[in-house]
């Protein structure tokens, strides 16, 4: 009996610790974000510190063009990198799992180049050989650019969640009588649509908040949101700024909230099948 | 059959690539073609477009109005982060993106031996007389903008020294008080001028010297970079920084004001200068002269300094300034002829990235 109260003690004890711990964590987390959501409200021109209460920054943040402006060019360009990725992702890792060719470890591990080296190298490079080939610099470069990095990551999430017994329902459903595309589309895309979704949120998020890709590779008449504020970091940044960061975290929240309900939903019909 | 799936897999992945290489690329060249084809087919006709690449908070929207508006033109402004982001587009190949672009006077030696800025004919630039010709390094190649002391400022209540040179700075008394401007070529000079130094040495153990009087600088310091922040809200008590950001600094404290310049002070100042060059190759040099000559237009300066209250080379439009900019307290100080500049200092940049590598990552 004290033995086992014992045991109970400790496991309460170890309980209470990971709460703190996960407490801790969640702290140093998104203290940065809560004050950075604060200081969106901040009645002041260049958020020195707090000088009042003002909700005008939400309303200022519209008539702001070059803000809103740079904030979708950049969802666009986030959208179509996530785009090629997804769909250049999904070919690659299907042809890199499934197939045999020659070299296949070779390339296998190539696709981590671009993952491992720093993103100004590459983006350096790619500015030159820009400029080299006559290609001006535009939404066109950054997108190239933001694929670089995007395609790689792609690979690597969906490859993960390609199993090896794809491989006989594939045969099984061609055995069956469906075509390849038959088979893609009903078969291989569904068992592995968690990784394309997964490939598909991590490519939009590296888009979208990249900056060192971008402002090598931005051209005069545009550029991207992170771009855009780190510039401003020479005279300060203005809560304007936060107010769209605030709003965007918020749709991001939400997003992921919708996500996982998707997801849920999906789990409850493929039980249910 | 699986091998020649594979082939067929690896040709869709490379087609896909194609496509979306052909894809974006595909508007870039458009744009490409539709620039290069009015300078190249008529040479006489006006350019509508004129990219800037600069300093964001920087100039007036009201004077990149008025100049579209006068020249029937747009203007595309876009920001670097770093002087650095201007120098590696260039190098790079990428002048020809834009018209004009800001950088400054250390950076011109440099950049007119390597070719990356277009000889200017200062004819068609006729304002630019307006401009002192000491504030004026490399005439042929750049117009001068507007310029930067960085000097010593501080708050009269909350310093426990007063400061009179830059020894002043190491002094345990303050320690976790400063708030600093960055970059090697910053820091170095004036621990250089400290020591008795020349600001642009180029000896290894004058420069191994300067790293030791900087690593006690270093304990005083509380921050670097944001200095008219830190000194409105009470983070620092002194602030090495520029005068521009001084301005600000005591206009947003307004009536209560208790900062002042460092004034006496008996070393010399650094003074740099934010100038346009012409990248070679550039598109629409017609307007690019047309908005220089704009900028050194003293009405149309002054009012930009109403604006942007940093000291400026141009003497007419000072002149033409109103009083609030004449008399601030942030450019009122007895030293202005005491600076010295930042020099190209050739190899000897690799032993200052060392050493000040070596002052920010702590040996």
Not at chain 1, 60 to 86: E, F, G, P, Q, R
Not at chain 1, 123 to 132: E, G, H, P, S
Not at chain 1, 236 to 261: F, K
Not at chain 2, 256 to 281: C, E, H, K, R, S
Request: net charge negative.
């Amino acid at each position: 009996m004290a033995s086992l109260t014992k045991v109970q003690r400790r496991r309460k004890a170890l309980g209470i610790l990971g709460d703190v711990y996960a407490i801790l964590i969640y702290t140093v987390l998104y203290i940065p974000v809560v004050v950075m959501m604060i200081f969106s409200f901040n009645d002041q021109r260049y958020n020195y510190y707090w000088s009042g209460f003002t909700t005008q920054w939400y309303g200022k943040l519209l008539s702001n063009h070059a803000l809103m402006d740079s904030l979708w060019y950049s969802i666009i360009i986030a959208v179509l990198a996530t785009v090629i990725s997804v769909v250049v992702g999904t070919l690659g890792a299907l042809g890199l799992k499934r197939y045999e060719f020659k070299m296949k470890k070779f390339i296998n591990s190539m696709i981590f180049i671009p993952i491992i080296v720093p993103e100004i190298v590459l983006a350096v490079a790619l500015l030159i050989i820009f400029m080299n080939i006559g290609v001006s610099l535009g939404m066109g470069s950054i997108l190239i650019g933001h694929c670089t990095f995007c395609i790689p990551y792609a690979v690597v999430t969906i490859k993960g969640r390609i199993s090896g017994d794809g491989e006989t329902l594939e045969e099984a459903s061609m055995d069956l009588g469906a075509n390849r595309i038959q088979t893609f589309l009903r078969v291989t895309l569904p068992s592995i649509m968690p990784g394309v979704m997964s490939a598909a949120f991590l490519s939009f998020t590296l888009s979208i908040d990249d900056v060192v890709m971008s402002n090598m590779l931005a051209g005069a008449k545009n550029s991207t949101l992170p771009v855009l504020i780190l510039s401003m970091n020479k005279s300060g940044v203005t809560p304007d700024v936060n107010a769209l960061t605030t709003i965007m975290i918020l749709v991001i929240v939400a997003c992921m909230l919708l996500s996982n309900a998707v997801k849920a939903m999906l789990r409850k019909r493929s039980q249910a099948a | 059959m699986k091998r020649i799936l594979s082939g067929v897999l690896a040709g869709a992945m490379l087609l896909a690539l194609c496509a979306c290489g052909g894809d974006s690329s595909a508007p870039a060249e458009t744009t490409a073609a539709g620039t290069d084809a009015p300078a190249e087919t008529t040479p006489a006709e006006a350019s509508t477009e004129l990219n800037i690449y600069m300093w964001q908070q920087y100039i007036s929207d009201e004077l990149i109005a008025n100049f579209e508006e006068e020249n029937n033109c747009t203007v595309n402004l876009s920001y670097m982060s770093d002087n650095a982001d201007a120098i590696t587009k260039l190098t790079a190949g990428g002048g020809q993106e834009y018209d004009l672009i800001m950088t400054c006077d250390a950076y011109m030696e440099s950049l007119i031996a390597g070719g990356y800025v277009e000889k200017l004919d200062l004819t068609q630039i006729p304002n630019s007389s307006n401009i002192n010709e000491a504030y004026w390094t490399a005439k042929d190649y750049c117009v001068p903008y507007l310029m930067n002391y960085i000097y010593i400022v501080y708050n009269t209540e909350t310093c426990p020294i007063d400061i009179t040179c830059y020894n002043d700075l190491i002094d345990p008394a303050l320690k976790g008080q400063i708030s600093t401007i960055d970059g090697a070529r910053n820091l170095f000079p004036i621990a250089l001028i400290a020591l008795g130094y020349d600001p642009n040495s180029t000896e290894e153990s004058e420069i191994a010297e300067a790293y030791e009087w900087l690593v006690k600088f270093n304990e005083n310091v509380v921050a670097y970079g944001a200095a008219e922040q830190n000194l409105t809200n009470g983070t620092a008590s002194v602030a090495l920084t520029y005068d521009g950001n001084t301005s600000w600094a005591m206009s947003e404290m307004g009536e209560n004001n208790t900062l002042v310049v460092a004034d006496p002070f008996d070393d010399a100042v650094q003074l740099g200068f934010d100038l346009y060059v012409i990248p070679t190759g550039a598109q629409h040099t017609d307007l690019a002269y047309k908005f220089l000559n704009y900028i050194c237009d003293p009405e149309a300066m002054a009012k930009n300094l109403e604006e942007y209250p940093y000291s400026c080379p141009n003497d007419a439009a000072v002149a033409a300034a109103p009083e609030s900019y004449r008399n601030d307290p942030a450019r009122n100080f007895s030293y202005k002829e005491n600076v010295f500049f930042q020099e190209d200092v050739g190899e000897a940049l690799t032993i200052y990235n060392d050493y000040y590598q070596k002052l920010k990552v702590g040996q």
